[in-house]
């Protein structure tokens, strides 16, 4: 069952916008006027990068998004259902492979909205899962009694009966395992506190261990071998069956871990799982790029002397690029007006053609073909 979203937009607070550097220069190959009414949103995965190399000269592409000044031309951001770790730190990463300076306010991850629902559980027990950093990620959030799944299970005694088995574990009993003594959550009591709500963040390592203890949590109404009626709540930073990593052919995502979940869990309990999914193709994640953007825009306006400032206008084009017809195609036809969907050849579509369940406004082979037609169509 997938839920309805009624969530705000994230608030402008967490969009601490700085200049761009200004020690990095690049060549202005076409001039846009500086009122341009059109933001883009990049995919990561088979867009940009595959694994962390870059693709389709995506370097190149993303340079000439900047000014001689080293100053955004046009505002653009990162839309990923991609995760593991908080935002900042993936904005460095992405600088550092792409070579221009990317600010955290310009990286959407699939776990960004759950931030939107500190309100709900800021002081609750929560458990979260998946790869990287989650309950770093949930603690940079605001989140105060945030404990990772493999934390939590480590509560429990034989609560993963195949535990012994995995080489690649390594048993650390009621530790935490990354963060230090200061960051723990105050006062958690895990054997008697319920779990509140459940998180995946990233895509799940362990899918085995993580299916077991998810079940024992979501079934016994937060509290592993008691029983309730009441399911937790559980929310997915994405749904993506399939996406685009290092290895030739698509990778599992996301969506096939709860298709997993969801079917062992609805053969064992008897009222089906309710969850709430994230990430992109939701409209909601297109609604709040569109306003991030905008923020972008008038940080960028704010930063120009000679600009006016009161030429504030909607924008006339949200550009997405993706390479995922179901998650990038369809989410920006869902989204509507004023998004443009440009489908890439680099990822997991590889057609000749358009997509037939959900054709792009464009087809290229790179993320530079799409750059190229935007700058042109922009500044024509
Ligand atoms: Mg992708």
């Given at each position: ?44 995965d088979g867009v ?196 685009q ?78 390479d995922n ?19 890439t050849?680099t990822g997991v579509f ?31």
């Open positions: 069952m997938r839920f309805g979203l009624n969530n705000q937009p994230w608030p402008l607070s967490w969009l601490r916008l700085r200049p761009a550097s200004s020690t990095r220069c690049f060549s202005l190959v076409h001039s846009l006027p500086l009122q341009s009414s059109c933001g883009i949103a990049f995919d990561i940009i990068l595959r694994g962390r190399t870059p693709i389709g000269n995506s370097p190149s592409a993303l340079r000439r998004l900047y000014d001689d000044s080293g100053n955004l031309k046009l505002p653009f951001l990162f839309l990923t259902n991609g995760g593991g770790i908080p935002e900042c730190k993936r904005a460095s990463e992405l600088s550092e492979l792409l070579g221009v300076e990317i600010l955290p306010s310009q990286v959407v991850l699939g776990h960004s909205p759950f931030r939107n629902l500190i309100k709900r559980f800021e002081n609750e027990l929560i458990v979260v899962t998946g790869k990287g950093e989650p309950a770093e990620v949930m603690s940079a959030y605001g989140f105060k009694k945030v404990l990772s799944l493999e934390e939590y299970a480590s509560y429990f005694d034989d609560i993963d009966p195949v535990a012994q088995f995995k080489r690649w574990t390594k048993t650390t009993k009621h530790l935490n395992l990354s963060r230090n003594s200061s960051e723990l959550a105050p006062q958690i009591d895990v054997l008697s506190d319920r779990v509140k709500a459940v998180f995946i963040a990233s895509d799940p390592v362990d899918w085995g261990r993580d299916i077991q203890v998810l079940c024992d949590i979501l079934t016994s109404g937060g509290l592993p071998g008691k029983e309730s009626e009441h399911q937790p709540h559980l929310y997915f930073a994405a749904d993506d069956l399939e996406y990593a290092a290895f030739s052919c698509e990778r599992l995502g996301m969506g096939a871990f709860r298709i997993a979940l969801e079917s062992v869990f609805n053969r064992i309990h008897l009222k089906p799982l309710e969850y709430t999914s994230f990430g992109k193709p939701n409209p909601f994640v297109f609604q709040n790029a569109g306003a991030i953007l905008r923020n972008l825009q008038l940080s960028r306006q704010s930063n120009d002397l000679s600009g006016d400032k009161d030429a504030i206008h909607a924008f006339r084009t949200l550009y997405m690029i993706g017809p179901f998650v990038d195609v369809k989410g920006a036809r869902q989204a509507g007006h004023p998004w443009f969907s440009i489908l050849r590889k057609e000749r053609g358009n997509h037939a369940e959900f054709p792009a406004d464009l087809v290229v082979d790179t993320v530079e073909e799409a750059v190229d037609f935007i700058l042109k169509r922009e500044s024509s």
